[in-house]
């Protein structure tokens, strides 16, 4: 017998009581806690009637790399880190909103080189700026970038690679990423930052 079935036998008995209590009971206050009892009852039951939904912690996306077959497969998976275990839509938005704790991330790909990306998530400090918008007055965020391969966060170098390549996607430009660049499963290298100057041009938004 499941626990919910047990609580709703309690609660028939509970209304059973009650009435029993009005029935045969004629004190006033015999009466009052009968009336008592048999409202419990009735809420109880009510409560054990809404459907029971574990509250579990959101399912951590595992990187694959045998699923992975072309930088769109990257893309993908990068996609659904951005949203979980990345935790980037805590604070950036794709598409404008002034209540956005920092900057907005449409179009961010074709602004900025992959080289540039992956140092901006591995060396957050490196360069800040405080303003991403073209146009408007300039807005300073209140949130700061975390060290994204750092913990509490932790992504891996696969991970931040396909991050990078759903940002690009998401940007309408060539995903820069290739398969190739993706080590196997205990092979993987710690996710060193790499220097946006050696990497030649890089696109930078700047602050008004």
Request: hydrophobic fraction near 45%; glycine fraction near 8%; charge should be neutral.
């Amino acid at each position: 017998m499941s626990e919910v079935v047990q609580l709703q036998l309690i609660g028939l008995s509970v209304i059973g009581i009650g009435i029993l209590i009005l029935l045969f009971i004629r004190a006033t206050f015999a009466r009052v806690i009968g009336f008592v009892w048999i409202v419990l009852g009735l809420f109880t039951l009510t409560a054990l009637s809404v459907p029971q939904m574990a509250s579990l912690p959101p399912v951590e996306e595992k990187f694959d790399i045998a699923t992975v077959k072309t930088p769109t497969d990257m893309a993908t998976i990068g996609q659904k880190i951005f949203f979980s275990k990345g935790q980037c839509a805590l604070c950036h938005t794709i598409g404008p909103s002034e209540s956005a704790r920092c900057p907005d991330l449409k179009g961010i790909g074709a602004k900025l080189s992959r080289e540039f990306l992956f140092e901006s998530l591995t060396q957050p400090q490196a360069y800040i700026y405080l303003d991403y918008r073209h146009e408007g007055i300039a807005k300073e965020y209140p949130a700061r970038m975390p060290y994204i391969n750092k913990n509490p966060i932790g992504l891996s170098r696969n991970e931040i690679l396909s991050v990078i390549a759903f940002l690009q996607q998401m940007s309408g430009e060539p995903i820069s990423v290739t398969v190739a660049e993706l080590a196997a499963p205990g092979q993987e290298a710690p996710a060193a930052p790499v220097k946006a100057s050696q990497s030649g041009p890089v696109a930078v938004a700047q602050a008004h």
